[in-house]
């Protein structure tokens, strides 16, 4: 709070508070990395893994740092199909980070919505809307991802519309609480007093304050979506074939790790369990620097 009122924005607080924790830095330098090289994937990736015309299948099941008949080596392996597990993790890379990343911001528009509707109605329209998110936040979000998905079928829409309906009531809900503790603070009673309408004293004025916790859920929940977007993948029902997510990589991997050859499904494995992690820890990082009383 101290820093804010010496005029120090948001990205700079965040920013300083991140280089403070050598771990939060060390894993937000992996974040970076990673999305970097999921943008970039076209361009690192030695092969195209899902272009039929690069794949040769005499190099089917290689292991690690094993040369193709085609003269590439294969640092990673090849897996059934004779794909580069390099590029093939690449690939799912850039897909498991779009959907989450995609999922993540529609649910935190959806939710602030309707938990600013909910703070700013109130009466029946606020206690519909918390009810509902009450009904939501009471089911696991893979049992609700699962039958969306099986109602409506495979494929990346479907896949970022189930993680959206599962994810919108955590913002909903504290957009709310926290647009309940703003209205009553003498900003919002000197704005109402001007007679600035209610709608615009939520949006412009309440709606900002609202930013430090929806970042810090926005995080959270970004990796709770790679996570369950990995997860219906590895059930197979969550993206098809033809789009492949570190989840779908581990699936078709684990079925022959017990024939030895793990490094289909070890590899893409622990690149999804360092991309969750590193998230995680700056979100958790976020938490404490935009909580003044956590910060203290």
């Known amino acids: 709070m ?7 924005s948001m990205g700079a607080r965040i920013a300083r508070g991140l280089l403070a924790s050598p771990k939060a830095t060390l894993a937000a330098l992996v974040c970076l990395t990673l999305i970097l090289a999921a943008v970039l994937a076209p361009v690192i990736a030695p092969q195209n893994p899902y272009d039929l015309g690069e794949i040769d299948f005499f190099d089917a099941k290689l292991p690690p740092m094993s040369e193709g008949y085609t003269g590439l080596t ?8 004779g794909r580069d597990m390099f ?4 690939y799912g890379l850039r897909t498991s980070l779009a959907v989450g990343v995609i999922a993540g911001v529609l649910a935190m528009l959806v939710g602030t919505a309707l938990g600013l509707l909910a703070a700013y109605r109130g009466g029946l329209i606020d206690t519909l809307i918390m009810r509902f998110v009450d009904l939501m936040l009471g089911f696991p979000t ?18 970022i519309l189930a993680l959206v309906f599962v994810q919108w009531a955590y913002f909903a809900r504290a957009v709310r609480a926290t647009a309940l503790v703003e209205s009553g603070k ?9 007679g600035i309408p209610a709608w615009r004293i939520m949006g412009g004025h309440i709606l900002p ?10 995080t959270i929940q970004v ?18 074939i033809t789009e492949p997510s570190l989840g779908l990589l581990i699936s078709n991997g684990y079925q022959v790790m017990l024939a030895g050859l793990y490094w289909m499904s070890v590899y893409p494995g622990l690149l999804l369990l360092v991309l969750v992690f ?13 909580n003044p009383r956590l910060a203290q």
């Open 278 to 290: 590193s998230v995680n820890i700056v979100g958790d990082r976020l938490r404490v620097i935009l």
């Open 87 to 90: 590029s093939a993790m690449l």
């Open 74 to 81: 294969y640092i990673l392996g090849t897996d059934g199909q």
């Open 186 to 194: 003498e900003y919002a009673e000197a704005a109402r007093c001007l």
């Open 2 to 8: 101290t820093a804010l009122l010496k005029g120090e």
């Open 223 to 240: 990796a709770s979506a790679i996570a369950a977007e990995a997860t219906l993948s590895f059930l197979g029902i969550g993206l098809p």
């Open 209 to 218: 304050n609202c930013l430090p916790p929806l970042i810090v859920i926005a």
């Open 142 to 159: 893979i049992l609700v991802a699962l039958m969306i998905l099986v109602v409506f079928g495979q494929g990346v829409d479907k896949v």
